[in-house]
């Protein structure tokens, strides 16, 4: 087993507690319904919701995904950092193991956030994992940041 780990900055004009709000606290609600066409539900298979729970995210019929399970190792509101980690979904194929994130959201000089975010690739065997595959998970990601920017934006007192 190997590990490869990428590092992405992602920036925005709000205020790193409402994004940690909306991207980790209120995740399980709040992405079924920016996201209908593509997750039907969120739901705590074990644990509490919190640290040490396994959430599965379910994906609309007849998508490309069916399932992703998800175990979370921290949720610190305090400091505005998260780490969890993918552990069973089709994503994983015969080629990893699991992959774990660890996201900081932080106050940019501008007022705003600046979300930066590890990402390690636990491989099975000798395989190494390629760029251009991270590239396409942090694409995904991207876009559900964007449609979570564009519901703050519309909507200015949600999680302030």
């Keep these: 087993m190997g590990v ?22 209120d995740v399980d609600n709040l992405i079924p319904t ?17 640290v040490g ?8 019929e007849d998508g490309p995904i069916k399932y992703l399970k998800h175990k979370l190792h ?4 305090k400091n ?7 552990i069973e979904g089709d994503v994983l194929g015969d080629k ?4 774990t994130y660890d996201v900081k959201f932080e106050t940019s000089a501008n007022g705003g956030c600046i979300c930066k975010t590890s990402t390690e690739y636990h491989t099975k065997g000798d395989y190494v994992f ?5 590239n396409e998970g ?11 920017e564009d519901y703050l934006l519309a909507n200015p007192t949600v999680y302030a």
């Design 138 to 148: 942090k694409d995904k990601a991207m876009e559900l940041f964007k449609a979570v």
């Design 96 to 99: 990893l193991e699991s992959i």
């Design 53 to 60: 729970s396994i959430k599965r995210m379910n994906f609309v």
């Design 4 to 25: 490869t780990t990428y590092t992405h900055e992602a920036s925005t004009t709000f205020a790193p507690t409402r994004l940690f709000k909306a991207l980790v606290l």
């Design 74 to 77: 921290v949720i610190d509101d």
């Design 34 to 50: 920016l996201l209908p066409q593509i997750v039907n539900n969120i739901e705590t298979v074990e644990g509490d919701g919190g």
């Design 80 to 86: 505005l950092v998260t780490k969890y980690s993918l």
């Design 130 to 134: 390629k760029e251009e595959e991270h």
